[in-house]
């Protein structure tokens, strides 16, 4: 039922875009802290890599959907045999523009999907959940349509891959490129 939520809300909103609004599209790589201390000891902190479309509904108010990808080895907790994780988030949301311009301060929230897949010597695990993200930063324009940016996020996605439960959301800071059409 989520999910049908999670899509149906993604359709809308992309129905609902007018024709002739901006688009922005980033490209960017972020520090990930896990909020789980499980998911820390095992993996630890990583680098995600990602891209972001941003559509402008009105003046200061975007829609936006984006997606990560993390993938991590760590040594299992009790055995210290290797593990390998698989974390692709997927999100959708609105970001207002408090400031417009050359330099454009921004807050965003949305829902994510996240897809995770860990495999060692006891089997695979493989889940999706859902769940959600906020996020801070700025755009700096560095020329023409081109833009950099930075900024600060918390995700929160729970999830029950086998029989544990887990947070596989964290804190994540990052910057990137953005290209505004």
């Given at each position: 039922m989520r999910k049908t939520a999670f899509w149906g809300m993604a359709l809308a909103c992309l129905a609902a875009a007018p024709a002739r609004a901006g688009v922005d599209l980033t490209f960017r790589g972020q520090v990930f802290l896990p909020a789980e201390s499980a998911f820390r000891e095992i993996y630890g902190p990583g680098i995600k890599?990602?891209?972001e479309i941003g559509i402008s509904l009105t003046g200061r108010l975007d829609l936006w959907a984006g997606g990560d990808y993390l993938a991590r080895s760590g040594k299992l907790t009790y055995t210290e045999e290797n593990t390998h994780l698989s974390l692709?988030?997927?999100g959708l949301g609105v970001r207002y523009r408090f400031l417009t311009g050359a330099v454009s301060l921004y807050a965003s929230a949305g829902m994510l999907a996240c897809l995770f897949r860990e495999s060692n010597a006891i089997g695979v695990a493989s889940r999706?959940?859902?769940g959600?993200?906020?996020k801070v930063g700025v755009f700096l324009r560095v020329a023409r349509g081109f833009f950099l940016q930075a900024g600060l996020?918390?995700?929160y996605c729970p999830m029950k891959p086998a029989d544990f439960e887990i947070d596989v959301?964290?804190?994540e800071a990052g910057a990137g490129l953005a290209v505004r059409f």
């Open positions: 890599a990602g891209a692709i988030p997927l999706t959940g859902l959600g993200v906020g996020g918390y995700s959301g964290g804190l």
